[in-house]
Structure formats: structure tokens, C-alpha cells
């Protein structure tokens, strides 16, 4: 059966510290792979998705990146952490079409002090 | 853009009661998916009951079920015999090939399941 492992499970950085999150599937190749971000009190606002190695796609402007070194693996990272940047981070894959929906992390709740 | 709309941002229901939380979206597309995914207080997002626009029959899961209603854009989920286990923030979500498989998620009801 598929997995989806994400951590860590809290992060407490200060601000303009790096920043590197991961996510790892197992039990499915060439998943689509997606990151998205919680702000306290809201929705989820999807920050990137990426349907294949090295190909990532950018649904918001800001200071986060994110890169898929390997098939099952997505990386979510920041040069400089804003205090903006808290929230909870969570990570989800699909199959080709999502049509059956997503399957998500445990997620990482960031806190930047 | 499709917008995901929930209007009730808190709810309350007593154990073994019935509930029925609300969502409209808007599209201008024929063919796309809903979902309603809940949200303990764990955080992890569990996929609760999914719809495809294309199917009439409104999707059950055990004390899940949907009143999908195309024409108004409608999409509400009915929780019955609620246990103390179904207290969560519920999200409705929507998805077409248009927007990229992208998931759009509305920004939830939290569910209060009283004994």
C-alpha cells in the first residue's frame, strides 16, 4: 500500500533562518506531488505541485522554493524564513489525474520566532 | 478561478444526532470532482466522501452522505448517528482537469460532536 512520510512533525526557526521540509512516498511511482500550506484559522492554499522529477510549478509568489530530486521525493525550502512563513505545512500526492483526490502527510507545523 | 465556499464556520451536534454541513463552488466547467475531507484535531487530512459532477446518484459512505446538486452548484455533506470521534474541521474541496488537478479547498466548518 502507498505512504506518504513527512517531517518534521514542528520546526521552530528564527527569522532569516533556512529552511528545508520533506516529503517521501512509498508504494507508487511517479506520483504527483504537492505542497500546501494551513495559516491559522484557514483554508489550504496550495504553494507548489509537481507532476514529474524536476518539474515544479509555482501557484504563489513568495520566498519559498520547492524541487524534486527523485521520483518519491519533494522538498520544501526557504533561503530566509519571514514571519509570515508560520503556519502548517502539509504534503500530499496523487495519482495522474487526482481524480480520486489526494492523500496527505501528517504535515509540519512551523513556527519562525 | 473556481471558489470553494463553506458558510458555516462552526457547528455543533449532539452524539447520535444528524448534521449537514454546507458548500457551494462556483465553475463554469461540466466535468469535475468533489470532496469532503475532515480534519481532526491531529491535523492529518483524511479523505471523508468523493463526487464526480457526471454522476447523479449522490456518493454514501457509511454515515456519510452527499446532496450534490449540479444546477446550484451544491455540495453539502450529511453526518448521521455523529460520534464524539467525527469532531473536526471539514473541508470541501473541488477539483477539475482545468484548474490542473489542482485541489481547491474552502476554509472549512469545525464540527463540535457533543455527548
Known amino acids: 500500500s502507498q505512504t506518504i512520510h513527512q517531517w518534521p512533525a514542528t520546526l521552530v526557526q528564527p527569522v532569516g533562518s533556512p529552511l528545508s521540509l520533506e516529503c517521501t512516498v512509498e508504494?507508487?511511482?511517479?506520483?504527483?506531488l504537492y505542497w500546501y500550506r494551513q495559516a491559522a484559522g484557514r483554508g489550504l492554499q496550495l504553494l507548489f505541485y509537481?507532476?514529474?522529477?524536476?518539474?515544479i510549478s509555482s501557484e504563489v509568489p513568495q520566498n519559498l522554493s520547492a524541487s524534486r530530486p527523485q521520483d518519491r521525493q519533494f522538498i520544501l525550502s526557504s533561503k530566509k524564513l519571514l514571519l509570515s512563513d508560520s503556519g502548517f505545512y502539509l504534503c500530499?500526492?496523487?495519482?495522474?489525474?487526482?481524480?480520486?483526490?489526494?492523500?496527505f502527510g501528517s504535515g509540519t507545523r512551523l513556527t519562525v520566532v | 478561478a473556481q471558489t470553494v465556499t463553506q458558510s458555516q464556520p462552526e457547528m455543533s451536534v449532539q452524539e447520535a444526532e444528524t448534521v449537514t454541513l454546507s458548500c457551494t463552488y462556483d465553475?463554469?466547467?461540466?466535468?469535475?470532482?468533489l470532496f469532503w475531507y475532515k480534519q481532526p484535531p491531529s491535523r492529518q487530512m483524511i479523505l471523508v466522501i468523493r463526487?464526480?459532477?457526471?454522476?447523479?446518484q449522490n456518493a454514501t459512505e457509511n454515515r456519510f452522505s452527499v446532496n450534490f446538486q449540479k444546477a446550484a452548484k451544491s455540495f453539502s455533506l450529511k453526518i448521521s448517528d455523529s460520534q464524539l470521534g467525527d469532531t473536526a474541521m471539514y473541508f470541501c474541496?473541488?477539483?477539475?482537469?482545468?484548474?490542473?488537478?489542482?485541489?481547491?479547498f474552502g476554509k472549512g466548518t469545525s464540527l463540535l460532536v457533543t455527548p
Open positions: 509537481s507532476v514529474g522529477i524536476g518539474q
Open positions: 500530499a500526492w496523487s495519482d495522474l489525474t487526482g481524480d480520486y483526490g489526494y492523500t
Open positions: 465553475t463554469s466547467e461540466n466535468n469535475y470532482y
Open positions: 474541496a473541488f477539483m477539475s482537469s482545468n484548474s490542473g488537478y489542482a485541489l481547491n
Open positions: 508504494g507508487t511511482s511517479n506520483p504527483n
Open positions: 463526487q464526480e459532477a457526471y454522476k447523479q
